[in-house]
């Protein structure tokens, strides 16, 4: 399938979807404030979602709709690997984009858009081909930092110092010149570098990296893996996609095909009923409440308990513990004051706190944080410098203790959060409730967008997950 026949199905795709808005609005009847209110929440979420996943070159939920469209015009289907299908998809998410927004325009009696220039966009570039801006690869960076900098900070941090990789390897060039033969070029030179580049080169360039482990030939130590190649390579894949997005560079994103095959997805492996009876009644584990290391000894139990993420508790603030009725809870939400981010709009939620952690005295702990005045449910150790979190300090010690338990596998504070998903599941909490208490998105946008059960529902749901029976003898906070 070519550029022209991919153009005329968006085209004809387009001109269906506008008109079937139309037959909607005409047929409607006199509509509620509230009514149009609801359909432009849906309209501006559907929106934010095929923008997202337009930037982020995700086309795995509209492959149903290119393989419908295909059947519809009576067109053979095609192998979803190959780059026609691709482009296709690309082109129809592009196209939902475009009239998702008119149609929220619509909605709100704008038709400054007309059906014509929608069509237009879908025509296909003059035979000299598309005209672009010599926008430089080091000012695009921060316009691309800049327009996704409310992500989390870990993930902020890895797009700076891939994209500054990136910039080292192939240069200042504009972006609309980098051709794939750059970004292999990138992922070669990657492989020729030792793990923890910035701990073992702090400061150094990429070419300077390289010229001191060729002085020093087998003495790099290990190479950095497939799996963190793959990380960056993501990364920067993620930034063409939104140069294409934004109209930057041609449709064509050089990263695509790059990533090495075979490399599994990084994943956490749950606790078992023994895992957790050891760690918990260890005398190491039941120490930190005497020694007063209150963030060691509540963080994990509230992961246990909530199948939260970690930085989601391990930077909460005395205010986000709260009180419903009977029910205290987290209220976890983003906080621009203190930089705290959400990783997703689902993850904004309040979660019950589970009554055995009220047993073990943890409302108490909070309160006598509260009287001294401080803010943070667990404060930084200001006697430690650098940037390291909390989360990040528990999680370190977390895993010393792991490891001296001889806890089989690869166990993380982050395996709480499947553990609890599998528990949920297994004392038949269904699929809605596990998906509110976890931060998870919805299936669909009623879902996401209306349904919110009641705090004492989730609070009860919870309360079926019962550890009590695996952290017996565990020692309860009394103010000091």
Not at 319 to 332: A, H, R, T, W
Not at 391 to 418: E, Y
Request: glycine letters at 8%; charged letters at 30%.
């Amino acid at each position: 399938m070519d550029k022209a026949e991919i153009d005329l199905l968006i085209r004809r795709w387009t001109a269906a979807a506008l008109e079937e808005g139309e037959v909607e609005r005409a047929t409607s009847g006199p509509l509620s404030e509230a009514k149009l209110d609801d359909i432009s929440t849906g309209l501006g979420i559907a929106l934010e979602a095929a923008h997202e996943e337009l930037v982020g070159c995700d086309y795995s939920r509209v492959t149903g709709e290119v393989d419908e469209l295909l059947a519809t015009h009576k067109l053979p289907p095609l192998d979803h690997q190959s780059e026609a299908f691709k482009r296709l998809a690309r082109e129809l998410l592009r196209a939902k984009r475009d009239v998702l927004r008119t149609e929220l325009d619509r909605w709100q009696g704008d038709y400054t858009t007309g059906n014509g220039s929608l069509l237009q966009n879908h025509q296909g570039s003059t035979a000299e081909g598309p005209q672009f801006d010599a926008l430089p690869l080091s000012e695009a960076i921060p316009l691309y930092l800049k327009h996704f900098e409310d992500r989390a900070p870990g993930t902020i941090e890895a797009k700076q110092n891939a994209l500054r990789r990136f910039l080292g390897v192939v240069n200042n060039k504009p972006v609309h010149t980098i051709a794939k033969a750059d970004c292999i070029l990138y992922r070669d030179t990657l492989r020729k570098l030792p793990a923890n580049l910035s701990k073992r080169f702090p400061g150094r360039t990429i070419n300077e990296a390289l010229a001191l482990v060729a002085h020093k030939p087998g003495k790099s130590g290990a190479l950095l893996s497939k799996n963190t190649i793959n990380q960056d390579l993501m990364h920067i894949g993620h930034f063409f996609g939104w140069l294409i997005a934004e109209g930057k560079r041609g449709k064509d994103n050089p990263v695509d095909g790059l990533a090495f095959d075979g490399v599994e997805a990084k994943s956490h492996e749950t606790f078992s009923d023994k895992d957790i009876s050891t760690i918990f009644t260890s005398t190491k584990y039941k120490a930190q409440l005497w020694d007063k290391e209150y963030a060691r000894y509540f963080l994990p139990l509230i992961l246990l308990y909530s199948g939260a993420r970690r930085e989601e508790v391990a930077n909460l603030a005395l205010p986000d513990i709260q009180k419903e009725g009977s029910v205290y809870f987290m209220d976890l939400a983003p906080d621009p004051t203190r930089g705290r981010r959400l990783k997703n709009k689902a993850s904004r939620r309040r979660v019950p706190i589970h009554s055995h952690l009220i047993e073990l005295g943890f409302i108490d702990y909070v309160e006598w944080m509260r009287a001294k005045g401080e803010t943070l449910l667990f404060p930084k150790d200001k006697r430690k410098k650098g940037r390291a979190t909390m989360g990040d300090a528990v999680s370190k010690w977390f895993a010393r203790t792991v490891k001296g338990l001889k806890i089989p596998g690869k166990k993380t504070l982050h395996g709480f959060r499947p553990t609890v998903a599998t528990r949920l599941y297994e004392v038949g909490v269904d699929g809605e409730t596990r998906r509110e208490l976890l931060g998870h998105s919805g299936k669909d946008v009623h879902e996401q967008v209306y349904l919110r059960p009641p705090l004492a529902m989730l609070s009860g749901h919870l309360e079926k997950m019962d550890f009590r029976p695996l952290l017996k003898g565990l020692p309860v906070y009394h103010a000091s």
